[in-house]
């Protein structure tokens, strides 16, 4: 069946300037994650999803990023006045059930994002 | 301190040899722990999930030692297939993982 999608795969932008990410969850899943994933890193928690509201934007890292999900199945991250430190690789995952530690998330391949 | 401390290597290690890893978490509240594989420019996909009385799956054994804290990822008869870096994850609530920075591992034939 379709995994995560994520789209676009690459994005070049320059520093200032909007940009959206999107990502397609696999049908029918309830919980949505946005991890950003620096060069050399692991992927950090930036905000959490289920349906539409958003229970957990504690990772966010300033009020330049902004995620909704507002029919409960598709969702975008905004960051706006993009800057060199947000280059990174954004990755989107989903998970079937509601909150419970055993709900394998399945990742989305990724946005990979420069900043110029 | 971070989370999730591993040591990133890298493991260079020949066909046919077993390769070992570790990381340490910082929470002993954590409740689940697992072992991702992330490939070269790809997303992170669950290995394995590591229980506390340790469990195998097919050439890799996880092990767990809450006393400690401490999350073990053992390779054994290890393929070029398993050339990747190995992602030590822990569940600190019941919805957010703690990833760590990864442990690569290459396979030489």
């Known amino acids: 069946g379709a995994g995560v999608s994520q789209s676009p795969r690459y994005k070049v932008a320059k520093r200032g300037q909007d940009v959206a990410l999107r990502c397609d969850p696999i049908s029918g899943h309830v919980s949505l994650f946005w991890y950003q994933q620096a060069l050399g890193q692991g992927p950090e928690f930036l905000t959490y999803f289920q349906n539409e509201a958003q229970?957990?934007?504690?990772?966010?890292?300033?009020?330049?990023?902004?995620?909704?999900?507002?029919e409960g199945s598709v969702s975008t991250l905004k960051i706006q006045r993009t800057q060199q430190e947000d280059s990174a690789v954004y990755?989107?995952?989903?998970?079937?059930?509601?909150?419970?530690?055993?709900?394998?998330?399945?990742?989305?391949?990724?946005?990979?994002?420069?900043v110029l | 301190?971070?989370?999730?401390?591993?040591?990133?290597?890298?493991?260079?290690?020949?066909?046919?040899a077993t390769v070992a890893f570790n990381c340490t978490y910082s929470n002993s509240a954590s409740q689940s722990f697992f072992w991702y594989r992330q490939d070269c420019r790809k997303e992170p996909k669950l290995l394995m999930s590591v229980y506390s009385s340790g469990n195998e799956d097919g050439r890799f054994t996880a092990q767990l030692n809450r006393a400690s804290q401490y999350i073990?990822?053992?390779?054994?008869?290890?393929?070029?297939?398993?050339?990747?870096?190995y992602l030590c994850v822990v569940n600190t609530n019941d919805y957010k993982l703690s990833f760590g920075a990864g442990t690569?591992?290459?396979?030489?034939?």
């Open chain 1, 91 to 114: 990755l989107c995952a989903s998970s079937l059930g509601l909150a419970g530690g055993i709900n394998t998330q399945y990742f989305g391949p990724g946005t990979r994002l420069t």
């Open chain 2, 72 to 85: 073990s990822l053992l390779i054994r008869d290890s393929k070029l297939s398993d050339s990747a870096t």
């Open chain 2, 1 to 16: 301190r971070k989370e999730v401390e591993q040591d990133p290597g890298p493991f260079n290690v020949p066909e046919g």
């Open chain 1, 55 to 70: 229970l957990d934007k504690s990772g966010l890292p300033s009020d330049r990023f902004f995620a909704e999900r507002p």
């Open chain 2, 104 to 109: 690569t591992v290459t396979v030489r034939a």
